[in-house]
Nanobody, 126 residues
Framework: VQLQASGGGLVQTGGSLRLSCAGS????????MAWFRQALGKEREFVAG????????TSADSVKDRFTISRDNAKSTVYLQMNSLKPDDTAVYYC????????????????????WGQGTQVTVSS
């Protein structure tokens, strides 16, 4: 599957953005999906993940109650709604697809993901 992320941009502290990740070239519903982010000079970190049917999600403590992941399998798209943005949220955001694992606890492990989008830059100004 090919993944194309979009929706990044420059926003002020407290603002909102909605990222989208469109999949093509495969059955999107067989993939568990997630968003990761990588700030300059830092490791890539898990942000949020969603199961294949969209019936369960998990997210990093740093974004809980601010970010929401969702998906529309009919449109082969996963979303990340980001509210109350902070300067610490500044990073390149990547979507990723996992075809192999099923347990929720494995979702934050970036090594489980087979496919990655190209990334979209999110910059939050103070």
């Amino acid at each position: 599957v090919q993944l194309q992320a979009s929706g990044g941009g420059l926003v002020q502290t407290g603002g909102s953005l909605r990222l989208s990740c469109a999949g093509s070239g495969g059955d999107f519903s067989i993939y568990r999906m997630a968003w990761f982010r990588q700030a300059l000079g830092k490791e890539r970190e898990f942000v949020a993940g969603i199961t294949r049917r969209g019936d369960s999600t998990t997210s990093a403590d740093s974004v809980k109650d601010r970010f929401t992941i969702s998906r529309d399998n009919a449109k082969s798209t996963v979303y990340l709604q980001m509210n109350s943005l902070k300067p610490d949220d500044t990073a390149v955001y990547y979507c990723a697809a996992d075809s192999r694992t099923w347990i929720i606890s494995a979702m934050p492990d970036k090594n489980n993901y087979d496919y990655w989008g190209q990334g979209t830059q999110v910059t939050v100004s103070s």
